[in-house]
């Protein structure tokens, strides 16, 4: 079952502007993270954002998390044309694994 | 050098045919993941393992087998009950602790010829 969805489902932007990502779920979470792949590589993790943190920063990252809503969201700022990648939220629940959105296809314009 | 090696990157698979996908890892992580991706698609849960001689079917483990006879290593057999193996696979760690990240070998990229 997809717990998170990512929205958009594709982003096209030039570089030096900023890209924002949305992911949603559907239940109580003891984190959520941010992943990004590659095309036709492995997922990296970016960032990880406890439940009980609304905000959290890491260089040119910056994660929102609203458990009211249940929702986060990924603001890369200044983008460049090596952030072309697909980004994925992952939310953990402590019960098992990490389930994963469907992904935001990202691609920065040179 | 620490990290999770899947191996082989390419497979090709005759239907009817079992084969086995490798994972290894040297990070000393109690918890292995098995994810499957299709096209364009997000990662969907195999099997996972919490500790040596255990593991959990996932969200869609029809036609799938796994072992977990060593800390590091989580092997996945995809079997012929499995109508439509090709995709990616992707093999993750974790240290079985709140709060922490995985980390994810280089995946294979299953084909049935």
């Known amino acids: 079952s997809q717990q998170g969805e990512e929205d958009p489902q594709a982003l096209s932007i030039q570089e030096g502007e900023n890209a924002t990502m949305n992911c949603s779920y559907k239940?109580?979470?003891?984190?959520l993270q941010w992943y990004r792949q590659n095309s036709g590589r492995g997922l990296v993790h970016l960032i990880l954002i406890r439940s009980n943190e609304r905000e959290k920063h890491s260089g040119r990252l910056r994660v929102t998390l609203d458990t009211s809503k249940k929702s986060s969201s990924l603001l890369i700022t200044a983008s460049r044309a090596a952030d072309t990648a697909s980004y994925f939220c992952?939310?953990?629940?402590?019960?098992?694994?990490?389930?994963f959105g469907s992904g935001t296809r990202l691609q920065v314009q040179p | 050098d620490g990290g999770i090696t899947q191996s082989p990157k390419y497979l090709f698979r005759k239907e009817g045919q079992n084969v086995t996908l490798s994972c290894e890892q040297n990070l000393n992580h109690d918890a292995m993941y098995w994810y499957r991706q299709d096209p364009g698609q997000g990662l969907r849960l195999i099997y996972y393992?919490?500790?040596?001689?255990?593991?959990q079917k996932g969200d869609i483990a029809e036609g799938y087998s796994v072992s977990r006879e060593k800390k590091e290593s989580f092997p996945l057999t995809v079997t012929s009950a499995q109508k439509n193996p090709t995709a990616f696979y992707l093999c993750?760690?974790?240290?079985?602790?709140?709060?922490?990240?995985?980390?994810f070998g280089q995946g294979t990229r299953l084909t049935v010829v």
């Open positions: 393992s919490q500790i040596v001689n255990d593991f």
């Open positions: 992952a939310t953990d629940t402590g019960r098992r694994a990490l389930t």
């Open positions: 239940t109580s979470i003891n984190n």
């Open positions: 993750a760690s974790r240290i079985f602790l709140d709060n922490t990240e995985a980390f």
